[in-house]
């Protein structure tokens, strides 16, 4: 009893000296290295488990690294590297404030790389390395998506450009470009698209990428959550019909989406040409954390987290699939992923730019000429009369104007409204709750017959009614249609005096956008350009009448530019 009494107290010892020799032998961790890694929510959960895995082999091998990975906004942590530079980026502006900027930033497309070093070269390392791949796709119900001839047959941007130019059914959607990865693939490719589409003629690329980039506009969604709630939930023919036919997003995001088995699945159709891809560069921000971060990169060039990527519908860098990856139905080969192709900075910042012009909320004036030379009938557009290819390319040019939009219809000749050249028919007003009453008003303009044209009168009167009514945040602008020069038997003000008046009146805190559109050859041209030249904006011709909804498309892309008094 007595030896087995000293074998326990033996064995006792033996286990408490080595706990002890394991405790003690074990590394410390009450001085472990601290590294904080910032990424998109999409990559963060396989970021975030190796992350872990990571730190505790470290941990064992008497390396103690304590890891944060929290999720931040692409756009978020762009804003606030860009104003350590003091600079902001187009569209994105400036940081919140509660943005961090973190030690190892994982973006989730260079293209964000390719903007920050255009306005801060110095501030982005040139070493960033791709941790994983998604293409951006064509997303579109499957039911829609089969009578584009899918998945046997692939799509391409023409194609697409095509069907919204003659579709009216095709609803086209676009997360926030200036914001969003995807967005910003899609915007840039389907411009290149509607570019080409002008076959070589630059008013004509001019016109049909504007008419792309206000259908996009009009489906624009700040946040991807947004626009995907914008898809049909069901495959009833009115629902299908009713919601959001297409959208640029990234191959992850159609998986998920349809890993909760909605009532319509969307398709991904891998559309050519491919948008640059997202890549999800990580660069290494802080130097002093350069030698850790560059061991736990190498990390993320492993199976193991190939495999914590394909379970969330993620590629890995070179474009293969880890375990769990449900490959999309027509997907291409892994070895197609290759290297994003990115377009110059300076052309992203470009485009950004005047997708910044035409989608920001504006408060337009359309002034309506209807003199009784509107009656003259057109040849080339089956007769109809002037007044009627006007009045037809308004109301085109109207559904191009999402709800955000404040507009005000106008028509003037002589004697109008009294002893006023001019009759105001709806009130500058939001398109939201007086949509129907400016087509009303269209429908209802006839020409004056016999009428004159009070141009010069009418012009002064709807630029100080604009300006009386001011918005800052909108691009306040005059949208003026006439088919001839000044002419008023009563007088009225003189081409100089106009000019001298608009010039008087004009301020520069409160700058008005002129957009002068002659239809016909009878458009005194020259005393037009000296009006917008004088005080901001810009004069179009259209010779041929039934060309004036090509005028008016590029007269609308006119709005980014500057609308100074000179």
């Known amino acids: 009893m007595k030896l087995g009494t000293a074998a326990v107290a033996v064995l006792v010892i033996l286990a408490g000296s080595w706990y002890a020799f394991r405790k003690y032998s074990q590394p410390s961790c009450g001085n472990a290295a601290k590294l904080s890694i910032g990424a998109p929510a ?21 390396n103690c690294v304590d890891i944060e990975v929290f999720e931040e906004d692409p756009a978020d942590v762009s804003a606030a590297l860009a104003g350590k530079a003091g600079k902001a980026l187009t569209g994105v502006g400036q940081a919140n404030g509660k943005t961090r900027i973190p030690d190892v930033w994982v973006a989730d497309s260079s293209l964000w790389l390719q903007r ?12 960033a ?49 200036s914001r969003d990865s995807t967005g ?11 570019q080409a589409a002008g076959g070589g003629n630059a008013t004509q690329a001019t016109q049909v990428a504007t008419a ?44 998920q989406y349809n890993g909760q088995q909605p009532p319509v699945r969307l398709a991904a159709m891998y559309a050519e040409p491919a948008p640059p891809a997202l890549d999800y560069p990580a660069v290494v921000l802080s130097s002093d954390k350069a030698s850790i971060a560059g061991e736990l990169l190498k990390a993320f060039d492993t199976q193991d987290f190939h495999d914590k990527l394909g379970a969330i519908g993620l590629r890995a860098a070179d474009g293969s699939a880890g375990k769990g990856f449900q490959t999309p139905s027509n997907a291409p080969d892994p070895a197609a992923a290759g290297a994003n192709a990115l377009p110059d900075a300076a052309a992203i910042e470009g485009l950004l730019s005047k997708w910044q012009a035409i989608t920001l909320p504006a408060r337009m004036l359309a002034v309506i000429d209807v003199s009784g030379s509107m009656l003259e009938p057109v040849p080339t557009a089956g007769n109809a009369t002037r007044m009627q290819v006007t009045l037809e390319a308004a109301r085109k040019g109207m559904s191009l104007f999402d709800d955000s939009w404040a507009l005000g219809v106008w028509v003037f000749s002589t004697l109008m409204d009294g002893n006023k050249d001019y009759k105001q ?9 007086q949509r129907t009453q400016c087509l009303q008003a269209l429908g209802s303009i006839t020409p004056k017959r016999n009428g004159d044209t009070a141009l010069y009168d009418t012009i002064l009167a709807a630029y100080k009614t604009v300006q009386d009514g001011y918005e800052s945040g909108r691009i306040n602008s005059i949208i003026v249609m006439t088919d001839g020069e000044n002419d008023d038997p009563a007088g009225g003000l003189s081409l100089e005096q106009l000019i001298g008046e608009l010039q008087k009146t004009a301020d520069p805190a409160k700058p008005i956008q002129v957009i002068l559109i002659g239809i016909g050859n ?9 009006i917008t030249d004088a005080i901001g904006g810009g004069t179009f011709v259209a010779p041929d009448p039934a060309k004036i909804g090509d005028i008016f498309l590029q007269a609308i892309s006119l709005r980014g530019q500057a609308a100074q008094p000179k």
Do not use: C
């Open 42 to 62: 999409d990559i963060a959960p396989a970021l975030r488990a190796q992350a872990s895995d990571w730190s505790a082999q470290a941990k064992t091998n008497g």
């Open 116 to 127: 920050l070093r255009a306005v801060n070269a110095q501030g982005i390392p040139q070493d």
């Open 129 to 177: 390395k791709s941790i994983a791949h998604s293409p951006v796709v064509l997303a579109m119900p499957e039911p829609i998506a089969t009578t584009f001839g899918w998945p046997q047959k692939k799509i391409t941007y023409p194609e697409l450009i095509g069907k919204v130019a003659t579709d009216q059914k095709v609803k086209v959607g676009i997360v926030e470009p």
């Open 184 to 194: 910003l693939g899609g915007l840039l490719t389907l411009a290149a698209a509607a």
């Open 212 to 255: 792309a980039l206000r259908s996009l506009a009009a489906g624009r969604s700040s946040v991807r959550a947004d626009l995907i709630q914008k898809f049909p939930r069901s495959s009833d023919p009115a629902a299908l019909s009713s919601g959001l036919t297409v959208a640029p997003l990234s191959e992850q995001a159609v998986i």
């Open 425 to 433: 028919l709806v009130p500058i007003g939001p398109l939201v709750s």
């Open 522 to 530: 009878k458009v005194n041209e020259g005393a037009m350009k000296q």
